[in-house]
């Protein structure tokens, strides 16, 4: 019996089966499928116990994102609570509630010029805030590029603005009602002047700041002053510029209510004063809600773009 053969007999009874090839053939991989299971088991095994840690701290995580601001909000409402128990004529949250129910079953009907829902008064407040704020990127922008850019115009420039700066934006209100005749774009006007300063300060700060490395190869090259601007400056002042825009808006979002109250017509500011003329107090704190939840979707629409054009 040759060496082969008894090797052959061996597999054959350690596997107790037929002494043929395919047999054998098919044990040893059944054996191979065996081990290869055997081997894996103890990785499986010992992955399972980080499991349980880490969906355990997902949910930490996740609990402490979300019950700190719930217990806010219930705080807000409790001292709500409180104050209108103890006012007859301060509307409680519930009391608010139903009236809100009733305002926005239709928030876009129309009544008259005068006598619209609150969603026409929101976008009509946010169409004046928009033209007015579109009007001082166009004109603060360039405006901080050049003031940042130029010593000259930087020293020239700089005390007309620490003097108008200050100004309360309403001031500017009766300038407007006496220039455009018109109460529409003079509220646009209010916008317009309390929205700009940021933007230029922001902006030609963030000039100013750029390493002077970058200047030094702008030189070297001897690139335009359109490549300069375009290529080295507008990526390099892109969160200062993103941080007086965002800082514009919310400004722009406060100044257009104060100045709806006194130029009246259609606007979420006309809107809370004609409530008030009609005793409707709980409408007034619909629209301080509503005011507030539009300010900060803006607010969080900016702080998104800005983390999204972020330049390192």
Known sequence: MTAATIGHDKVATMLDVEPNRDSARASAAKALALAEAANETPATVAEAPTAGPARRFASGAAVQRVVPPLLGLL?????????????????????????????????????????????????????????GFGFAALVGIPLGFIIGRFAFMNKMLEPIISLLRPVSPLAWLPIGLMVFKAADPAATWTIFICSIWPMIINTAVGVQRVPEDYMNVARVLNLSEWKIVTKILFPAVLPYMLTGIRLS????????????????????????????????????????????????????????????????
């Open 75 to 131: 705080l807000l409402v409790g001292i709500w609570a409180l104050v209108a128990s103890k006012s007859s004529g301060f509307p409680g949250p519930a009391q608010t509630w139903d009236a809100a129910v009733k305002v926005f079953a239709d928030p876009f009907y129309q009544n008259g010029p005068n006598d619209q829902g609150i969603g026409w008064n929101v976008l009509t407040s946010l169409k004046r805030v928009g033209i």
């Open 249 to 312: 808006i919310g400004t722009a979002w406060l100044v257009i209510v104060a100045a709806e109250m006194l130029t009246g017509g259609v606007g979420i500011g006309f809107w809370v004063w004609d409530e008030w003329n009609n005793l409707k107090v709980e409408h007034i704190v619909i629209a301080i809600f509503v005011i507030g939840g539009v300010g900060l979707l803006l607010e969080q629409a900016l702080l998104f773009i800005a983390k999204r054009f972020s330049y390192e």
